[in-house]
């Protein structure tokens, strides 16, 4: 049990007009966010990537327990053991896990089982969720919302990363057993997302998607 002590909120008021300005700059910033396939060999410098996963951690959490794990591979030959035990799980769920509507909602996206990006990024960054906790005698220590405080984080380091000028994809092989396996990570950590970090390609490309408008992803005041 661990009794925090309170002390006073570090905020600043901002004017409104000062709101609008920084809103509509972030707003723009992350509009020209895309998920990325094609990746630079540039290497990044590990402090971009300490900083990103520093910013991660400022998510709230369910009861302050922080349940994220962030492993950070660099190991060209540890990221060749992830792209071939990747794909072999990517090709199994293409050829026969994923059902034909999944399949037809993937094929305008040009994506399939081959994950080259895997190699050539200079750094792959594994989210795990932490189950539950376990103190020094080895109990177990429950933790609250772990998938929605996880969620939060990855969200702010995709954030972070970009603003930054680098790249990343959430890439969820499943199911994502073996990276608990290659890294050794406890039973009570299980893999989340897997993201390729590093600088987008010269010829990079993505598909040409519209997002939903304001008026199709919010509601003001909703009656029944």
Aim: hydrophobic share 40%; charged share 30%.
């Amino acid at each position: 049990m661990v009794d925090y002590p309170f002390v006073p909120l570090d905020s600043e008021q901002v004017e409104p007009e000062e709101s609008r300005r920084r809103a509509r700059s972030f707003y723009e910033l992350m509009e020209r966010r895309r998920s990325v396939r094609h990746f630079s060999d540039q290497p990044v410098p590990r402090e971009l990537i300490e900083t990103a996963i520093r910013t991660a951690s400022t998510a709230p959490s369910g009861a302050h327990r922080q349940p994220w794990r962030f492993v950070v591979i660099g190991d060209p030959d540890i990221k060749h053991q992830i792209r071939v035990a990747a794909e072999a799980e990517e090709r199994k769920s293409y050829e026969e896990r994923m059902p034909d509507e999944w399949l037809q909602a993937l094929a305008p996206l040009g994506v399939d089982w081959h994950k080259p990006f895997l190699e050539v990024v200079p750094w792959i960054v594994v989210v795990f969720q932490e189950l539950f906790g376990v103190d020094d005698d080895g109990n177990k220590r429950k933790n609250y919302y772990v998938g929605e405080s996880v969620g939060i984080a990855c969200g702010l380091f995709i954030a972070s990363l970009h603003q930054m000028g680098l790249a990343t994809l959430t890439h969820t092989p499943s199911p994502m057993g073996f990276l608990r396996d290659i890294f050794g990570r406890p039973k009570n950590e299980k893999p989340y997302i897997l993201f390729p970090v590093g600088y987008p390609a010269e010829d990079a490309e993505v598909p040409d998607l519209r997002r939903k408008s304001l008026d199709e992803v919010a509601l003001w005041d909703p009656r029944p």
